[in-house]
């Protein structure tokens, strides 16, 4: 089992698995900590925060007493699940090497996963490196393997039958849970880093670590509303709405994939140019700058479409 040269390190201090509990009961609960790998961190602190919020007990961010005693009643949810491996789960296609020119991605059929690693890790909300710690490195990818993975696991695989086959294949690939609570609002926030959602009566009920905007493309304040979602969607590179983008790049249709700029998803805005999507490197969220969008992991992203509908009110605020 080897991890993808893309990833980020693994930290030091080595994966914890009384915090992956938490985090992957928090997963589930849909106060999203980011990547699932037994570490402390910003995003852990932020889903904490939000948990606490919800269920109306001090907001500490850490795992406290309080906070252990409110996760008690899901304790049965374990931290990881072994799985055998499968011809489905390990089918590509795969796109490696994945060029980073956009001229070069146009030329793609799509911008899929490099490799079987990759798509494993974004399946079960982690990171290579984590399969890796939680297997070992002589673990074969193969089917009938027996593989540990973090229990990302839905509770009902249901999606709604009017949904594309291709979305709800997404869905199914992501291990999105098909029953989601309903949004009345989201609510961006500047200053901790989160996109949260309100039910009608203004109760929090999903939270998720999110990259918001860059010095060079600052969050839009203000108050929008969601028009509608984009499934696996192709992307519409306009080199001079991009401050990075290099003097001489062209404009190009990119084809869809979880690699792709915007992920799986685009949740499209009152504010043109502007949306709430995925992103090819979750392990960057709450981390990394964007341009100016909202910008979730493909697995929250998929799921906060499920809560949202068109007409849905988005606030950005600092």
């Known amino acids: 089992m080897h991890a993808s040269a893309q990833g980020t390190n693994a930290g030091s201090a080595g994966l914890d698995r009384s915090i992956l509990h938490v985090q992957v ?7 999203a900590p980011g990547v699932l790998d037994g570490r402390p961190g910003k ?3 932020a889903a904490l925060k939000g948990f606490q919020e919800a269920r109306g007990l001090k907001i500490s961010g850490a795992i406290d007493k309080p906070t252990l005693q409110a996760l008690y009643p899901y304790r049965a949810m374990r ?7 499968t011809d ?9 090497p994945l060029p980073k020119d956009p001229a070069e991605q146009a030329k793609l059929p799509q911008l899929g ?9 974004e399946m079960f909300h982690t990171r290579p490196e984590v399969l890796v710690e939680l297997n070992s490195k002589e673990t074969r990818l193969a089917p009938g393997t027996k593989v540990v993975f973090p229990n990302a696991l839905p509770v009902s695989r249901d999606y709604d039958a009017k949904l594309p086959e291709a979305w709800r294949k997404t869905l199914n690939d992501l291990n999105v849970d098909a029953t989601q609570p309903q949004g009345a609002k989201v609510v961006v926030d500047k200053s901790d880093g989160v996109l949260r959602v309100l039910d009608k009566n203004g109760k929090l009920v999903a939270q998720f670590v999110a990259t918001m905007g860059s010095e060079h493309d600052p969050l839009p304040i203000g108050k929008w509303t969601i028009k509608g979602a984009s499934y696996n ?3 519409h590179y306009n080199p001079d709405l991009f401050w990075d983008a ?4 062209k404009a190009a249709k990119l084809p869809p994939g979880p690699n792709g700029p915007v992920g799986v998803i685009w949740l499209d805005l009152s504010k043109p140019h502007y949306g709430i999507h995925g992103t090819p490197s979750p392990e960057t969220i709450g981390r ?4 100016g969008c909202i910008r979730l992991t493909n697995w929250d992203a998929a799921r906060l479409s499920m809560m949202v509908k068109p007409g849905t009110p988005a606030v950005f605020q600092e």
Do not use: C, Q, V
């Open 25 to 31: 009961i928090l997963d589930h609960l849909g106060f």
């Open 43 to 45: 995003s852990l602190t």
């Open 79 to 85: 931290p990881t699940k072994t799985l055998a491996l």
């Open 88 to 96: 489905a789960i390990l089918a590509g296609p795969y796109i490696n």
């Open 113 to 121: 996963y490099r490799n079987a690693m990759e798509k494993l890790a």
């Open 233 to 235: 969607p192709p992307f």
């Open 246 to 249: 290099k003097d001489d790049s």
């Open 288 to 291: 990394a700058e964007s341009h």
